[in-house]
């Protein structure tokens, strides 16, 4: 999935905002495939070298009662509930490095500011969820 950062507060008529595209999927890749694999199911050859399994990542929604837990998908990725990289979840806190601009979300009618590529990914997983 990609998502249009729109950077500029103001935009005038005879000036479109300058946009900047993040792809959830290329995040992914970067990101996270050494350890969940490219197709997000817990199964690159870094896995078996972890302590912890990774999960299967497609079947998020599946382990949530059919509905895809977007806050908590966030969360589990930027890593501040988790306390420090090590322990009983080994997974990196990449909410310490650049997650991009900030975007805003609706939450309740709400603005709620995301950093962009964190809602990429989350986005992205979003799309690979299996039945």
């Known amino acids: ?10 935009a005038l008529a005879a000036c479109a905002p300058e946009q ?3 792809d959830g999927e290329a ?9 969940h694999g490219r197709d ?19 079947l998020i929604s599946a382990r949530n009662g059919g509905t895809f837990p977007q806050d908590r998908v ?5 890593g501040f509930n ?15 490095g650049d997650l991009g601009p900030l975007v805003m979300t609706a939450e309740d009618g709400n603005p709620v500011p995301v950093p962009a590529e964190l809602l990429a990914l989350s986005n992205y997983l979003e799309l690979i ?3």
């Open 1 to 10: 999935m990609r998502i249009i950062i729109l950077t500029g507060i103001l």
């Open 20 to 22: 900047q595209v993040i």
């Open 74 to 78: 966030m969360s589990q990725i930027d």
């Open 82 to 96: 988790r306390g420090s990289h090590g322990g009983a979840d080994p997974m990196p806190r990449f909410g310490d």
């Open 40 to 58: 997000g199911r817990g199964n690159a050859a870094m896995a078996a070298s972890l302590a912890v399994t990774p999960p299967d990542l497609t």
């Open 129 to 131: 969820q299996q039945p």
């Open 27 to 35: 995040a992914f890749v970067a990101q996270c495939s050494a350890c």
